[in-house]
């Protein structure tokens, strides 16, 4: 097994160690503490973290203040600690702080030790409150770039989604091709995992709603789900009807035009004059050419929708850009791209 650290893991080293060491030099007791703020501080993404901060820096307030009136107005005594903890829990839960129940109860315990409440006391707590977390939000004000990850899984969803329409337009040529359909799973698998990344990325970034890179993948879950639900109807269509091979031919263009750019209307188009020619063509003579028809109909419909999908979408620019610089041809794929 490799032995990996992550920079998460990083950060709360070297943060935890930060803030102990800022406490300490600055005089304040119990400055171990900060670190344990610290750790507890440090999150996936800066959303988080700032939430997590927020909440402790909450409830870290209500124990100073619960801590004042219990112990000076009834005792310094275990029991007291119970009984102001069955007023103090359900208050920060109701101020919408939770996560900050452990991290106030121990500046409870310290007020506790000290035996008696004085300025000094709340402004050491205070102070040791605002380093552990000061320290944590400025160690997760760096946050490395997924963008180079959420790129993969483009690419692997969109390779993915080019030997899907290749095998359903070999299957409607040739009937059945062997093709064990691994990439039906490995998508859905892709897909979840790249949303996941990119909902973590706009974590990171406190004025984007959203990004373009979540909404890009949304669209591929949706089409994804169309593919499935057409798999089962591919299956009802013989391969010696000359339909069949026209909307095979057009399931393979479709394949070559797989990239995040933002228009549809080169295969719409496409489509559209398709199925004009199946409307202008002889009707079925048997019940087995009709039933193919009605399949190859559905399918060309659940197409349209497919395509649909992705004519709202602002298209992934910076990757466009790329591509441009790179090949010359990369132009009119974006032109023709779905």
Known sequence: MRFKIGYRTLKTALGTAVSIIIAQYLGFTNFASAGILTILCI???????????????????????????????????????????????????????RDGVVSSSVIILHIYSAGKVTT??????????LIGIGVALIMNLYMPSVDTR????????????????????????????????????????????????????????????????YQYFKIREKQFDIIERVLPSITSIPNNIEQGEMVADFIELLSKGINPGNTVLYHLEKLY??????????????????????????????????????????????????????????????????
Not at 67 to 95: C, D, K
Not at 120 to 129: K, Q, S, T
Not at 152 to 181: H, L, P
């Open 43 to 97: 999150k996936v993404t800066k959303r988080k973290s700032l939430r997590a901060s927020w909440d402790r820096i909450l409830a870290c307030v209500f124990a100073m203040c619960f801590s004042t009136v219990f112990f000076e107005g009834i005792a310094y005594h275990p029991l007291v600690i119970g009984l102001m903890l069955l007023f103090f829990i359900p208050t920060v839960v109701m101020a919408g702080a």
């Open 120 to 129: 000094g006391l709340l402004l050491n707590e205070l102070g040791i409150v």
């Open 150 to 213: 959420l790129e993969q899984y483009r690419q692997q969803v969109e390779e993915n989604f080019k030997n899907i329409f290749r095998e359903i337009a070999r299957f409607i040529r040739q009937g059945d091709s062997g093709w064990t359909g691994e990439e039906l799973p490995k998508t859905a698998r892709l897909i979840e995992k790249a949303k996941s990344l990119a909902l973590q990325d706009v974590e990171n970034h406190f004025l984007q709603g959203e990004n373009l890179y």
């Open 273 to 338: 004059r398709m199925r004009t020619e199946f409307v202008n063509m002889e009707l079925p003579r048997t019940r087995g050419e009709f039933e193919a028809r009605a399949a190859l109909l559905h399918f060309v419909n659940e197409m349209e929708r497919f395509l649909l999908l992705k004519r709202s979408f602002k298209g992934l620019k910076r990757q466009e850009k790329s591509e441009s610089k790179k090949e010359p041809g990369s132009k009119l794929r974006r032109k023709t791209g779905w």
